[in-house]
């Protein structure tokens, strides 16, 4: 009795098409079970009347696959408008069966045995779209994800949970539709990334020099001879002892020069950037030097023109999301500075050199993790012994007569990255430098001797602030 129901129900609703009834695989079978699936769509929302003939709706098959229509009223003819795009089947108890041969649109027409039409019907033969969503069901079944087809591509809507897991979808889709997916998914989530780079060096120097300088003459009438050892005294030098013998026609002349020098150099440079995830953000905080070029003009003479190099603090990075919260880092960081000691001197004009700390990687790490991407440990030694040939090897007096100069250099570098997740945030809970800055007042100045004012902290409510490190 229930199906005899869902029939009549079909008869009325289709009003004007009362000798066709469309029931192909109904939601339910022979038995009254439910069926899983249901291949056909509902056409009663879709028909309209047309001239000598009634539009049945529109009719969705997967490429390669087929489907059956059951029409409730005798026909004699079954036509199919382009036979490259759907094959049609007249098969017994009033049975059409439909095979998807193509990707495209066409239309089914029944006629009854006077030749009238009965019903025509748009055929869509698309991907497979029901395989296509169980799949995608699998791989992502908390996310919203809907299939559409348009034309001959596949459209791709909804949220996902992170850029990795519409990847994956959208490489799925490919697999049914290649070449015909447009993506139109979204991703949850923050997708902005701040990145903190600690560039830290440490340099330590220790040099010792110590020479002798001798200079022996003899002078007998018109006789002179001399012998001179040594660099003379040294404007290096922080110590020099100079002394002199004289007797008759001999005289000695002795400079030492002495000179202990340690040093240290300490570097730390902090940049941070925020940068939209698969978007590209540099930073630099430095500066340009000029460099001249000598460039030919076009009648043969040379003039000299300016060239600029960057130098400071730079950084750039390309962030992409590729999970809940991981982040995959493409990334260029440099600290350069300007060397005098390795300067160029060229037409009397000296160009400066630089001082280079450089790293180019990719990473990969969570919200709040750290990777120290670049670490330099350099220990230079150096001594040298200058002396006269043969000299050197007499004790005392060889070694009174010589230079010895003794340089260590030892440097370590080390270049942490540091990734987070962000989201925007009220002003209120920014702190910049000028908010612990500000001027001395006039009796500050002259009669305390004070160069700043006392700055008043506005810290916003509830949050945990200031952000960065602000001077104090």
Known sequence: MKRKR?????????????????????????????????????????????????????????????????????????????????????????????????????????????????????????????????????????DLVEVRPAGESLVLSGRVADAGRLRQLVMVAEQYAPGKVTNMLAVEGSQQVLLKVRFAEVRRSVLKDIGFSNLFEYTKGEVLFSLATGDGLSPEAFGSSIASILSNDFSVLNIIDLLEEKGMVRTLAEPNIIALSGDNA?????????????????????????EYKKFGVGLSFTPTVIGKDTINLVMDAEVSSIDPTVSVTTSGLTIPGLKMRRSNTTVELRDGQSFAIAGLIEDNFEDTVRAIPGLAGIPIIGQLASSKDFLRRQTELVIIIEAHLVQPTIAQALSVPTDRTVPPSDAALFMMGKTEGEAVLNEAAGIDGPYGYILP
């Open 282 to 306: 540099t930073f630099l905080a430095g500066g340009e030097f000029p460099i001249p070029v000598a460039q030919s003009t076009e009648s043969g003479n040379t003039t000299i023109t300016v």
């Open 6 to 142: 869902i029939l009549l129900l079909t008869f009325l609703t289709l009003g004007s098409l009362a000798t066709v009834g469309f029931a192909a695989q109904s939601a339910f079978s022979e038995s009254n079970g439910p069926l899983s699936l249901s291949p056909l769509r509902n056409f009663v929302s879709s028909i309209v009347s047309v001239e000598r003939g009634i539009y049945g709706g529109e009719m969705a098959i997967p490429v390669n696959k087929s489907q059956f229509l059951k029409v409730h009223q005798p026909y004699s003819e079954v036509t199919v408008g382009n036979s490259d795009i759907a094959d049609v089947e007249a098969l017994p108890d009033k049975t059409i069966y439909i095979l998807g041969k193509k990707i495209g649109s066409t239309n089914l027409t029944i006629r009854n045995g006077a030749g009238k039409i009965l019903s025509v019907i748009d055929i869509s033969v698309t991907y497979d779209i029901s395989g296509l969503k169980a799949k995608m069901h699998e791989l992502a079944p908390g």
